[in-house]
Each structure stands twice: as C-alpha cells, then as structure tokens.
C-alpha cells in the first residue's frame, strides 16, 4: 500500500487554505503574545547562525555552479553579520507599535447608531520576491505583527536558505502556542505552483510581488488576487528658475549619487532654462565629478559642450530608462508647468523635488505632479519606510490603491466598522 | 478615398489613453469649477426629460421584444419621476464636502523633512454596471466630485438610454469649460471591448464592477488593473443566549423583511441554544406572519414543529445563499464562539450583528467577526452610504484592500505624500 503524492494543486491549496485558517487566530493576537513569538525567533536565528550558513552555502554553491554573477551571489549570501541583523530587524519589529485594533474614524448619523472604523489584519498575504534570503524573515515579521497570516515564494537561487529561514519562524510559533501555518513557505519554486497560488481568491487576500519586472508582470496577468506592485523608479529633480544654487547642486548630487542601484535615486535632472544658463555646467560639473555620465537634449548639450564637460546625446527612451547606476538625463523646460508635464508623462509616479524659493511654483508642482512622493527643497532618496519614520517596510508600493509609497506595518492593514447601536432598525 | 474604420482595440486604447489626459486636469480643479458641471449637468437632465424618455423608449421597446422580465424592464424604466431624481442626486454630489486635497496624516523624521500625507484623486476609474441607466450619471457625478476621469461601460439593455446620458454629462463639461474626456461611455457593449479596457492598465487606475457574479468573475479574470469588487453579502444575525426578546425579534424582522432584496438583508438566522429554547417560537412566528419562509437545522426545526410553524429542513449550501428574497435560515449554536465560527466560515464578510446585552461576548463577536461591518444590537440594513453618513456610495465593496465597505467620495481617493524640506539631503 502506498499513498499517492500530493499533486501540485491540491498541495498549494492545501497551504491557502491553512493560512486562511490561521489567519483568524493571528487577527485577534494579542501584542504581547506576537512579540514573544518575534522575540523567539530572533534568538532562534541568532543560535542556529551555523546551519543557516551551511544551508546557505548550498545555495552558493549551486550559484557558482550556473555562474550567477558576482553581484546576484553577494546578495544571496548569508554572512554572520546579515544573521546578526536579520535577528536586530525582527527586534525592532517587535519593539513597533501594534497597528491592529487602532479606532481610525467615528461616524454618528442621525440614527442614532454609533460607528467606529477600526484598523484590522488584511488576512492572508502572499509575498513573491526573488534572490535575497532575509525577505523571508522580515517579510515573516512585519505580517505576523500586524496581525497577518502569510504565504511566501521565495527565488529558486535562495532555496535552502529560505526553507531553513522558515523553518525557524516556524518554530517560533509553535515553541510560543500560536498556530505554525500563520507563516508557510511555498516548498518549490515551480511557476507552475506559483500559478496555483494566484488563483486561490478564496483564501488568499492580497499578493506583495517584490521582484525584476518580468516578476511582477507575471504576477499581475496571472493573478484573480489583488496584487500591490512595487515596480521601478523612474524619479526626476526640477531645478526651477528662482532655485538656489547651492541647494540645488548638493541635492543634485545627492539624488543621483549617494545610492544609485535604488529606486528613489532620480534619473532625470530638469532644468528652467534661465536657471540652466546660469548654472547647470556649475552643477553638471560637480556631477561629473562623480563620475556620472550625463545624457543631453540638444539645449542642454550646448551649454555642456561650452563648458567643456563630455556628454551623450539623450534618446527619447533616456527619459524613462530607470538606470540604477551613474547615468543622468538633462533636459531643459521653459517653464515649471513644462516640468509638471514632462515628469507626468515620462516618469513612474514615484518620487519627484522641486527646488524653488518660490512658494507658489511649489505648491503647483506638489499638488500637479502625480506622483506618490512629491519634494519642495529636498532629496527624492527620503522615500523610505525607515526616513519617513514607520520604521520597517514591506517595499515602497508604486500602485495607487490601498498603498501608495512607502508599505509599513499600517498598509498591511485594512479596516472594518464596528457599529454599536441600542435596538435600532433601518425606516 | 476613404478612412479605414478604427479598430475596436484602438477605439478602446485611445477612450483609455483620453481619460488619463483628462484626468491631470481633474485632478487639481477647484471645487467651485467641478460644481458648476454637476450643477449644469442637473439643469440639463431636467430639461431633457422628454429626449430622455424616448431614447429610454427605444431600449424598454427592444427590451420587450427580447422577452426581458417585468422587473428588469422595471429597473430599465427611467420614468419623469426617476428623471428628477437623477437630477436631485447630482445636485447633492455637489453639495457634498471636496475630498481632494484634505490632508489626513502628517510625518516628522528625524531629518528634519516635513512629511503631509494628502488625499488626491485615484485618476482613471473605470465603471462596468449592468441595467440600471441612472448608474451613468450617479457614477459620473461622484467621480467628477472626487476629481477622477471615468470609463463608463453599461449594460446591452439600457445602451440607448445610457448614450443619452453620457451625451448630457459631456455637454455639462463642455459648457463649464472641462475637458469633456473627463466622462466617456464605450460606445459598444460588445464584450471584447470590455476585454480590451481591462488591460489598459497604463491608463486606467481601478476597475469597479456592478452587477451579478458572472459579471464581476469576467472582470476580476480578465484584468490587469486592480478591481474592486461588489460582491453580494451573506449576512448573519446571532441572537445570544443573553439577547433581549423584543430587540432580538423587531431586529430579526427588520434585518429580514424591511427590503430582501438587497445586500444587507440577512439570509441566516443563528440562535443560541437557550435563547432558541425559550424564544425561537416567537421569534419564527413574527418572521411567518411577514411572510419568510424558514430553513431550519434539526434542532431548529424540532422548536418550530413542536410551535406548529412551518419550516423546511435547511441543506449545507442553505448557509451561503443569498436568497434576495423572503426566506430565511435558522441555524442553533451552542456558543458566541461557534456563531463566531459559523459566520467567518458561511458567510460572505459583509455585514452581521449579535443582539446580547452582554459587553463582553458583544466586543468578542465584534473583533473576531471578520466583515466590513459588524453591529452589536443594531439591524444589519444600516450598511449603506447613506446611512453611514457618506452621502453617497458609488457601490459597497467586498474586497478588503482601499476600500471596504460603503465607497463614498472619501473611498474614490488615494493619497500622496507632500514633503517640504529646507535642503535636506540623505546621509
């Protein structure tokens, strides 16, 4: 006698169907008990940094054997210092306030009833991301505490490495009496089981795809979930007429230099014609002096070639290339309302400053730019779940729904009302 | 010579492509300008009564052809009555309060950046509805209100009806001096066109569909954009074995028979074990003198044979029917735990309330109840727009992401984030 193997299906089923039940015991959690569980696992990672290496080194072994490049393989690996602050991350989730339960609104219409909208656990969350382990950990943390059962489907580069991760978890929550399923580990990386996953609308509430585009798209066309996209960053700087020089050169620089493989690093620099003839080779200079390699339109190109800073032409695709490295688009407008339309049509809605001393140019480019972000006299690189203080994030969202920028511990939540009344009854 | 006929993928595209244009305008109109057009659109409505009427007899005509039934060629019927209250109903989207702009959370990081969290307009909804001709203008109205460009696509029967409609809503824009793109209607009810729309996720922010299952299961399937969906509801009313007797029966009277045929209607009645003991006869009796027919479970049905009251035994799927209609089950619980249970897991997370006078299992069953609305000794029936005091609802959704529950003005919007800085760069 033997049993037949659990098909594919069934198996990913099984796995929604079990977190939709857990779901309901995470949501009434108290804090207390969410805490001892995150504060168990942090010390779990810390006393099992042996095995997590030697699951890890598989993965790393495997990587060099297909020749993953250097950089894909230094951001799979698990050193002792990334344990170390994987188990500081889940910490400091732990020390965050509890968004659940939180009375967000009241409303008393003439009935007489009494409604309260109250901050309550999405339910089930679905977490898609690719090569670097500690999303497993942090992704586990951030759902737990705010009241959330989740699903995970890590990379196929970090296979071993995630299972060990969440092996960890969930032996937390079991060794603290809350239900194991509240955190699974999808167990293969088959886009077949990932398809699966995405039509399971009755158990599962919303799907987080953190990953390369193709991922994302893959995610989206696919999925009967709602799904919150964290695509790419294509951000823009707008140095208007009445901008202050130093400002904007030390703003310029910082945007595009002090990280640039991220998203809220800016692509673009526009530049009011008045405010480029008097000092964009001033700030292009300093740029280049980066190291960046600058990409013109023609009027721009002219005042660079004056002053004798090298520079590539700009392609109409320059304008919405999200480079992630040293490269920055130049173009020049005649007018904020001309930066207003050029960073609508060509940017991502993510992240975009205006640097003016002119108070109402500002508040126009705030409230016309359509983005998530918007700056006056600051850099887009505060774009952040810890810079804008929520202390953790799952991803910055670029969708326009539920979360939009920054997705901590709140965005993981959704509402209910909650309506005391004394016997009343509709007319 | 002659123009090739646009295709109807393109049509679609550049109906999309259009909206999103008009949206940037929308979206930073001042609240006098967007009431001027509501204000318009209400004269026009009135004065077109006549127009309306016969463009409205073209599809009542063809309706009756087509052998529809006497309640959808009801719900078709746009007589002067329902005229003037279209009318009426656009004057009070304008005089409701402007979401745009509110802020509605502020940040202060330690870097010194001013964060302001502002309510903005989503951008392009698109509105799928089925019968109901009033649905065009309603639906344009309170986007328009909440600074949204919007695609509207109505139902095969009400098409004459609907075109009349849009035209007027247009004219309105036209006349105010609004880029009319704001409001279209696909000209084509043709169901690859609804196809192509859900997959212009480039310029079109949220889909709402309206209308039966088969409806909203196409939409939620074929799109790319994010859906928000109105869903029907299995409501619940639990009576607590510490429920008070005339409360509990003037509620389950009201829940049931004020208007059955609506979302927020119940359609399982769950009873305590004592409380059924003592009460369930009387409460049956009220219920068969307004006509409900009852499914009872074998205990249930035991109380009501032995009380004389006519009852048929409820089958599994009994519990998650949405009748619409005068019937009712009644399900006996040994606990507010297992009522608790039994919603979470029949139900469909709309609205349920426990009639008990005691605050302890009500804050239980309030908590862990997992719906948009759960009330405590109050009916059911308030779930509404209206009644929660929104003015209006474009619909209730039952997705649990953005908006959940009543989506009025507020539920149209998203937010941005405002930052003022004074130079600040990221370290």
Redesign the interface.
């Known amino acids: 006698m033997f049993e037949e193997p659990e098909s594919l299906d069934h198996l990913v089923q099984r796995i929604a169907r079990q977190a939709r039940e857990a779901s309901?015991g995470v949501?009434?959690a108290k804090t207390e008990h969410k805490n001892a569980v995150l504060s168990r696992l942090a010390t779990l990672i810390e006393s099992s940094a042996e095995d997590l290496g030697a699951a890890n080194e598989k993965d790393l072994a495997v990587g060099r054997e297909q020749g993953l490049s250097k950089a894909l393989l230094d951001r799979l690996a698990l050193t002792p210092e990334r344990i170390a602050s994987m188990a500081e991350g889940v910490r400091q989730v732990a020390s965050l306030p509890d968004p659940v339960?939180t009375e967000i609104g009241q409303?008393?219409?003439?009935?007489g009833?009494d409604?309260r909208k109250v901050r309550?656990p999405?339910?089930v969350v679905g977490i898609i991301y690719e090569s670097r382990p500690n999303v497993t950990v942090d992704c586990a943390a951030l759902c737990l505490k705010s009241g959330n059962a989740c699903i995970l489907r890590g990379g196929r580069e970090a296979f071993h490495s995630n299972q060990a991760l969440a092996a960890l978890v969930r032996q937390a929550l079991e060794e603290e009496g809350m239900d194991s399923n509240a955190v699974q580990l999808i167990p293969t990386t088959d886009r077949t089981a990932l398809g699966f996953l995405l039509k399971q609308?009755q158990y599962v509430?919303?799907i987080v795809p953190r990953g390369g585009e193709g991922l994302i798209r893959y995610v989206?066309?696919n999925s009967?979930i709602?799904?919150?996209k964290h695509f790419e960053g294509i951000c823009s700087l707008y140095l208007d007429s009445e901008a202050?020089l130093?400002?904007a050169r030390?703003?310029a620089v910082?945007?595009k230099c002090?990280?640039p493989g991220v998203c809220n690093a800016i692509e673009n620099l526009v530049v009011h014609r008045s405010f480029a003839a008097a000092h964009l080779a001033e700030i292009a200079q300093a740029l280049a002096n980066e190291g960046v390699e600058l990409r013109a339109d023609v009027e721009a190109g002219a005042i660079l070639h004056r002053a004798g800073i090298g520079y590539r032409t700009a392609a109409e695709e320059d304008w919405s290339t999200e480079y992630l490295d040293l490269i920055l688009s130049i173009r020049v407008v005649s007018s904020a309302d001309e930066a207003i339309s050029f960073i609508?049509r060509y940017g991502s809605q993510h992240s975009d400053s205006i640097i003016t001393t002119n108070e109402a140019t500002a508040r126009r480019f705030?409230?016309?730019v359509?983005?998530?972000?918007?700056?006056?006299?600051?850099?887009t690189?505060?774009?952040d779940g810890y810079?804008?203080?929520l202390g953790a994030e799952i991803g910055i969202s670029t969708?326009?729904?539920?979360a939009?920028?920054p997705m901590g511990l709140e965005e993981l939540c959704?509402?209910?009302?909650?309506?005391?009344?004394?016997?009343?009854?509709?007319k």
Chains 1, 2 share one sequence.
């Open positions: 309901y949501a009434v339960g409303l008393k219409p003439d009935s009833i409604i309550v999405i339910g609308d509430h919303c989206v066309e009967n709602p799904v919150i202050d130093q400002m030390e703003i910082n945007a002090q990280r609508n705030l409230r016309a359509d983005s998530s972000t918007v700056y006056w006299n600051a850099s690189r505060f774009t810079e804008f203080g969708d326009r729904l539920h939009r920028g959704t509402y209910k009302y909650e309506v005391h009344g004394k016997g009343e009854v509709r």
